[in-house]
Nanobody
Framework: VQLQASGGGLVQAGGSLRLSCAFSGRSFSSYNMGWFRQVPGKEREFVAYITRSGSTIEYAARVEGRFTISRDNAKDTVYLQMNSLKFEDTAIYYC?????????????????WGQGTLVTVSS
């Protein structure tokens, strides 16, 4: 499995970015997908996940209402729409794929990880 994240960049506070993560190598619709982020020197943290069919979605409290996760199983891609960005959203964002059926907020439940895309929000 390969995951290729893209869409990061520099944006002013209050702005928006849309991250994409292209999945290849196996059946995308068999995997639950998550986004995590990490600031250098800090632990990687959960941002959002979406289940195989898209029927269940969960967000971290600090992004709920501002970020939207979605997936297109026909395009083998998961997205993270980020609005009203704040300086504290600055991080490297990682997409991940899980073949398991629960605890998607935990990193250990994910089998595959993308390389990360850097999001920088200027204040």
């Amino acid at each position: 499995v390969q995951l290729q994240a893209s869409g990061g960049g520099l944006v002013q506070a209050g702005g928006s970015l849309r991250l994409s993560c292209a999945f290849s190598g196996r059946s995308f619709s068999s995997y639950n997908m998550g986004w995590f982020r990490q600031v250098p020197g800090k632990e990687r943290e959960f941002v959002a996940y979406i289940t195989r069919s898209g029927s269940t979605i969960e967000y971290a409290a600090r992004v709920e209402g501002r970020f939207t996760i979605s997936r297109d199983n026909a395009k083998d891609t998961v997205y993270l729409q980020m609005n009203s960005l704040k300086f504290e959203d600055t991080a490297i964002y990682y997409c991940a794929a899980s073949s398991r059926n629960y605890y998607f907020t935990q990193m250990r439940m994910y089998d595959w990880w993308g390389q990360g895309t850097l999001v920088t929000v200027s204040s």
